[in-house]
């Protein structure tokens, strides 16, 4: 057995008491990115870890293999906006898609924006954007490493050039402009340096921009001092007649809905329920069609009449069997999308509740980015599956007729390649969705290099879906496998509650159940099965490796949440105590997460397998000091008998906007670690 010899890291004596309970927290110190010891610390890591990532023997093919299937144009539906259709196209290796416009369907695509000039790599990238209802303005925010932290722009679409105001200070961004091009509506919290740090994701507030002036003349249209934590994203309906504002106060699908009549009205709360989902779907006049899971856990759809809210609300699509997701208003029907067994059905609906038809798929698999406008015939969205690249459809609701908008530059073998569903059953005997994707007509021998992977969590829903790194791993002769657990919301929010605050457990044993399904029937065996997560991801593989080590061959831990009872002091983390809890303000939320809290729950000694963590400078959202304290205890508890390795990466931060090129080192990096774990 190899031994390793990692940095020192010293264990400090600081201890805290949780209602009466003594916490050692040793290494506090990590909590410090810019102090001299924790820079030492990490650069002693990055010596570790870099150069045997780098050395590994596979990693140039894994590198060069996938670079070859990235390679191919990938587009976003359309968005129309008076007789302009606005999408983005990335050639295949662009470290960030690039904007393109064009007059009707078949004008000539001409460049808006290209996100690949903003920096030499690619490290900038657009994160929101709006565009004005005729198509002369474009309002996007630029995010610099990985950041949550936005900058918003105004592009004159015509001339191509930004007008001179920048709004800072955004995060989360929502924004609406007004139908006759006086400005727009945004969110943005306070200036850094006005308010302490601890404070900066409070007190979200929603201002008002008009053109041509500084963002210091910009007006306040609605903040909530005596509520704090809530957040306020903003839209605007299709007829003008209406500020929408979706008020959330935590990273979930729980929000309350107000709205505002143009121009100059009132802020009404129109649903001021913070306990389930209320997403706007359009209006006509003063009715709102509203998708809530309010007395509905798989989603029903509802009318309000707004000048007679006391009247109530009528129901539109009752409750089924299968979750609804989201819906979309075109003319007098509704395009209701819904999951059956985490996969996507696109259902057609009247205005009277009744279905009068489906739009027909192409495969198991899903659909992403509805966009449609209540005065049109048309429909596009984005369709992919694990076998089936990102292709984007168009739906003529006159004809009924489906045509392919735009097609992928990715064709696989025929017949080559499968997707079965398959389910697990997890300790409490709850029956748990796996997808398997390999070479078709596989005979399992139990020894097939196999990949697990999940999320479970946040009511976010986690299906079919195309990666370039899934099908590297099944062309190579590898089984990937995908598992729906307990905490997401693929079979509505009694699923996601099943996973959440104390009964977060349950995602655990789910995947642990869908790991043990793998080895029973036959797939893989523990020393081939690598486990993979990000962020509560990330917590969800930390937690299961210490659980059940001798489960996995290989774990890859993502941006992991590590530390259960302290995440909710730093920057995003107060967002998150709605679904994993507070440790400090409650007693049973302190139980519970000391008892899984992975940071906690190292135990010296213990034979676990080998682990890469990884984690970004920039990343704001889950902030390094998880992966770097996880791993700091990791190191110091395997004596030097198990491989624990950090991989931290500069300029890149959650994953979101990561460039392309970043992508591809990190998976590769990834793969060579697992593939060289096995035995």
């Known amino acids: 057995m190899p031994t390793y010899t990692y940095p020192p890291a010293h264990a400090s004596d600081t201890v805290d008491d949780f209602h009466g309970t003594p916490v050692p927290d040793p290494y506090r110190w990590l909590e410090d990115m810019n102090a001299p010891e924790t820079r030492r610390w990490l650069e002693a890591q990055a010596a570790l870890t870099d150069p045997y990532l780098a050395g590994l023997p596979q990693r140039p093919h894994i590198k060069s293999r996938l670079t070859e299937i990235w390679n191919f144009p990938r587009y976003t539906p359309p968005v129309r906006k008076g007789s302009r259709y606005f999408f983005f196209r990335n050639d295949g290796l662009q ?17 808006v924006l290209d996100p690949n000039t903003l920096s030499e790599d690619g490290t900038v990238a657009v994160y929101s954007y709006a565009f004005s209802d005729d198509g002369k303005y474009l309002a996007y925010g630029r995010s610099s490493g990985g950041s949550d932290l936005q900058e918003v722009y105004i592009r004159d679409i015509d001339s191509g050039r930004d007008l001179e105001e920048t709004l800072k200070w955004g995060r989360f961004v929502g924004i609406a402009w007004k139908h006759d091009n006086s400005g727009l509506y945004y969110n943005r919290y306070a200036e850094p340096g006005t308010v302490p740090d601890s404070e900066l994701y409070f007190n979200n507030q929603l201002y008002f921009h008009r053109l041509g002036t500084p963002q210091s003349a910009d007006a306040l ?15 605007m309906s299709h007829d003008g007649d209406y500020l929408l504002l979706q008020v959330w106060h935590a990273a979930s699908t729980r929000n309350r809905l107000y709205y505002r009549p143009e121009p100059n009205g009132p802020v009404i709360e129109l ?5 389930a989902k209320h997403q706007f779907i359009g209006n006509q006049g003063s009715t709102f069609y509203i998708l809530t899971d309010k007395d509905a856990p798989l989603g029903r759809i509802v009318a309000i009449d707004t000048a007679n809210p006391a009247a109530g609300w009528r129901d539109m699509v009752a409750e089924g069997t299968d979750v609804l997701q989201s819906a979309a208003l075109v003319k007098d029907k509704l395009i209701v999308l819904v999951l059956h067994d985490a996969y996507s059905r696109l259902l057609i609906y009247d205005l009277n509740g009744q279905q009068t038809g489906e739009i027909p798929l192409p495969a198991m698999g899903s659909v992403f980015t509805l966009s449609t406008r209540p005065d049109s015939d048309e429909v596009f969205f984005s369709f992919e599956s694990f076998l089936y690249p990102p292709m984007v459809f168009r739906w003529d609701m006159a004809s009924q007729q489906l045509t392919t908008h735009y097609p992928t530059g990715l064709t696989l073998p025929p017949n080559q390649y499968e997707t079965t569903q398959v389910f697990a059953t997890s300790k409490d005997g709850a029956r748990v969705p796996v997808f398997l994707t390999h070479k078709r007509g596989l005979k399992p021998d139990g020894d097939m290099p196999t990949l697990l992977e999940a999320y479970g969590g946040y009511g976010v829903n986690n299906t079919p879906y195309f990666a370039q790194s899934s099908l590297y791993w099944v062309e190579q002769g590898g089984i990937y496998a995908l598992a729906i657990l307990r905490g997401g919301g693929e079979y509505g929010e009694s699923w996601h509650e099943g996973g959440m605050l104390g009964n977060k457990q349950n995602c655990f044993n789910d995947f642990i159940g869908a790991a043990e399904y793998l080895i029973g029937s036959g797939y893989t065996r523990p020393g081939k099965l690598a486990i993979k997560g990000a962020s509560n991801g990330g917590l969800l593989v930390a937690a299961c490796m210490l659980q059940r080590p001798e489960l996995y061959g290989a774990v890859i831990c993502g941006v992991p949440v590590t530390d259960m009872l302290r995440f909710h002091r730093f920057t995003a983390g107060r967002f998150w105590t709605d679904e994993y809890g507070n440790a400090e303000a409650n007693p049973e939320d302190f139980r519970y997460l000391y008892a899984y809290s992975p940071l906690h729950n190292v135990q010296p000694g213990a034979a676990y397998p080998p682990i890469l963590v990884t984690t970004a400078e920039s990343d704001d959202r889950v902030v ?9 205890a990791l190191q110091a508890a395997s004596g030097g008998h198990n491989q624990a390795l950090l991989r931290f990466e500069f300029k890149a931060g959650h994953g979101f906007g990561k460039p392309t090129a970043k992508l591809i080192d990190e998976i590769s990096d990834e793969f060579a670690f697992a593939l060289a774990a096995f035995r």
Request: glycine share 6%; charged share 20%; aromatic share 10%.
């Open 624 to 632: 390094p000091l998880h992966a770097m304290k996880f791993t700091a």
């Open 95 to 111: 470290n960030q898609s690039v904007l393109y416009m064009q007059e009707g369907l078949t004008g000539e695509p001409l460049l």
């Open 271 to 275: 649903i001021d329920d913070p306990t």
């Open 221 to 235: 249209v609605y903040a909530r001092p005596d509520r704090p934590e809530m957040g306020f994203w903003s839209e």
